[in-house]
């Protein structure tokens, strides 16, 4: 396969991956009875964020900014308890946050009662540009550190050459060669070749023509 017909499959699947700008942030968080929470994982993530609804309660999640203006804030009731046969109580559970990313998003915090019960700076967790894709780093949140291609539990599925260990076969041609080729094969494009050879021979066909006419005038 040529470079430039690499070069324009790149570019048109690299399209379709970022064809929807919009990002969102989804938030795991373990929260337990004892009135403490920690990240269980935290993710930047391309299209809208996923609708999440929680009945009201008295927990309050929010996101704030940089200027720690309050972009983000969920009322909610939080349950311990399995609704099994009998019920099983429990001392932590895991709650749920998907949220618009801004682009000054700096802070997630969760109140009980008012109280507040947990803070933390995310940043850190997304991006901290030191060369290893790690922690919560992956492509969309840390490109310098998890380039096209890492194993950041992601499938960015671009036409790189190299094939993301987070995709399926079927959806990174990289890790499926024979998928590949044929994709490339179908999409290569003989209708135009055919029509531009057409094109030419008529455009010779017409010279000679011209030529030939010109030839038997001057005798
Ligand atoms: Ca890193
Ligand atoms: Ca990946």
Redesign the pocket.
Known sequence: MGRELKFILFILLASFVFADSSMHLDIYLYVNTNDSAKILNISILPGPETPVFYSKGNYTFQALSKSNRVVYEKNLSIDFIILSDPPKFMNETIVFFSIPLSSDLQTIKLFKNKRLIFEENIQKFL?????????F?NFYS?PR??PPGSKDNVCDALIDGRCDPDCNVDVDLDCNPILKQKLISSQFPWVLIIVGVIIIFLIVLFIIKIKSKKKKENI
Request: charged residues 40%; hydrophobic residues 0%.
């Open positions: 991006c901290n540009n030191d060369g290893k894709c790690d922690s780093e840390c550190d998890c």
